[in-house]
């Protein structure tokens, strides 16, 4: 699976972050970065939570 962010979405609220920050990190803009492509399986859960909670909607599962 591949996480795609919508910049145009993306307020930096770092709700992924604080989910799992060996996966998303806040770029110097303060938005969003996956760090890790594609997501490993092992991770694949915390992404996916990422994606849920996120308030903005501005993560996109890719399988």
């Known amino acids: 699976m591949r996480v795609e962010v919508d910049l145009d979405r993306c307020e930096g609220n770092a709700i992924c972050v604080g989910i ?3 996966l998303f990190e806040l770029n ?3 938005q969003c970065h ?9 991770k694949e859960a915390h992404a996916q939570q990422a994606i849920d909670e996120c ?3 501005a993560l996109i599962r890719r399988d």
Do not use: G
Request: aromatic share 0%.
């Open 20 to 22: 799992d920050p060996d």
């Open 28 to 30: 110097d803009d303060e």
């Open 34 to 42: 996956v760090k890790i492509a594609p997501v490993p399986a092992d």
């Open 55 to 57: 308030p903005r909607a």
